[in-house]
């Protein structure tokens, strides 16, 4: 019973965590559409009930920094995988905590998850607490060069086993917006069972 109220707690925790994440890029522009026909996509987003929250089993999320890689993984860690609408807005999204609570990380898209089709980054954080003395946030930062947030990939979802597998690239600064600033790859594979 302790633990099943712990899981719910951590994926209201995640999806609460997500929806900061999305509120405060709300400035983002959806250059998604230019890439996909807006039509087809809605259909395609409707098609797969978008509203489906899932708090991940089995599988692992990896996230590469220049100088280093958190891996979690969800036999140990608690990784979800969310869907969830924000004033009439669909996103997607991956958040993660380790079992530790010394890392997490959360990465969001518009739209639905759509197999073989990319999602502009819209939210992404990683929050990392080894110590009370050493605080970091690492937020989302446009960049400059390319004039974008990155992209996410979502390769399978809800195919057979697996409930989500792709990979994303983002741009992630420890500061504000003049900070340095670095880029963020990242792959994973959830599974539904």
């Excluded at 983002?28 to 809605?42: F, P, R, S």
């Excluded at 990392?128 to 992209?151: C, K, M, Q, W």
Aim: proline share 3%; charged share 15%.
């Amino acid at each position: 019973m302790l633990k099943r109220f712990l899981c719910y707690g951590l994926v209201f925790l995640a999806m609460g965590f997500f929806l900061a994440s999305c509120q405060k890029d709300e400035s983002v522009q959806d250059l998604k559409a230019t890439a996909v026909n807006e039509a087809d996509t809605a259909q395609k987003i409707a098609e797969l009930s978008p509203a489906n929250n899932f708090l991940v089993s089995k599988g692992t999320l990896v996230i590469k920094l220049p100088d280093t890689s958190y891996t979690f993984d969800a036999a140990l860690d608690s990784i979800a995988f969310v869907n969830l609408s924000n004033n009439g807005k669909a996103y997607f999204g991956i958040t993660a905590i380790n079992k530790a609570h010394t890392v997490s990380f959360g990465i969001s898209s518009a739209g639905g998850p759509i197999a073989g089709e990319q999602g502009i980054v819209s939210g992404c954080q990683l929050l990392l607490h080894p110590s009370e003395a050493s605080n970091f946030a690492y937020t989302l930062i446009r960049n400059v060069a390319t004039n974008d947030f990155g992209l996410l990939l979502i390769e399978k979802y809800k195919q057979d086993t697996v409930l989500a597998k792709g990979t994303f690239h983002t741009y992630l600064a420890n500061g504000p917006q003049n900070s340095p600033m670095s880029l963020v790859n990242g792959s994973f594979e959830l599974k539904l069972k």
